[in-house]
């Protein structure tokens, strides 16, 4: 299994500004994911964070609005970019092997005012 | 692309009775796994159970079991000796198998509720 750690657990932001979510495992993994979930809503995936190269983004995320970073096998960002309400969600860091489950960080609650 | 569906919104049950979260999924592969993830109001996704396709056996862990009837495509879970603990939602997802980076697919999630 892999411990993972999200910081910041929550912050509640203005419009237009921008904020970076930090996602930390404790052991190399060779899969890792950010998803984001809306208030009362399930998961739906953002982005792939491949290691030395660009995200893979799912349909309806592009990268200007969320930059990721993964420098190594271990660590990863998310940045949610000119953020407007409507970005007010949790957004959770997921990673694990080529098979099985993925493990999860605790999430970060973000809120736009 | 592969979908699931969880069409029970809500669950309620007795705490020490038994309970049943229905998910059923879509795939045109044979090779894939299932699995039931907990999330409490902290918000953290704990793994509850896990499937893999291939094996006929359904997957069991302490009070969890699941039902996982491949023809049908269908996978619930059962909690036996529910928990005052057990009060979170539940989502099934699903992960291929294939080569590459294999995402999970979530259903829309189950909320169970434990009354004392």
């Known amino acids: 299994s892999a411990v993972i750690s999200q910081k910041p657990s929550r912050d509640i932001c203005q419009r237009g500004t921008s904020l970076t979510i930090q996602c930390q495992v404790d052991s190399q993994v060779t899969m890792m994911f950010w998803y984001r979930q809306q208030p009362g809503q399930s998961l739906t995936l953002i982005a792939t964070?491949?290691?030395?190269?660009?995200?893979?983004?799912e349909s309806g995320f592009v990268i200007d609005k969320f930059p990721i970073s993964r420098p190594n096998l271990t660590f990863s960002t998310l940045t949610v970019s000119n953020m407007s309400p409507e970005d007010s969600s949790i957004y959770l860091c997921?990673?694990?092997?080529?098979?099985?489950?993925?493990?999860f960080g605790e999430g970060s609650r973000l809120t736009v005012l | 692309a592969q979908t699931v569906t969880q069409s029970q919104p809500e669950m309620s049950v007795q705490e020490a009775e038994t309970v049943t979260l229905s998910c059923t999924y879509d795939t045109s592969e044979s090779d894939y796994y299932l699995f039931w993830y907990k999330q409490p109001p902290s918000r953290q996704m704990i793994l509850v159970i896990r499937?893999?396709?291939?094996?006929?056996q359904n997957a069991t862990e302490n009070r969890f079991s699941v039902n996982f009837q491949k023809a049908a495509k269908s996978f619930s879970l059962k909690i036996s000796d529910s928990q005052l603990g057990d009060a979170a939602m539940y989502f099934c997802a699903y992960r291929s198998a294939g080569t590459g980076a294999q995402k999970l697919v979530f259903g829309q999630g189950t909320r169970l509720t434990i009354n004392p």
């Open positions: 964070a491949n290691q030395g190269s660009e995200a893979t983004y």
């Open positions: 997921s990673g694990g092997g080529g098979t099985g489950e993925l493990f």
């Open positions: 499937q893999e396709a291939y094996k006929q």
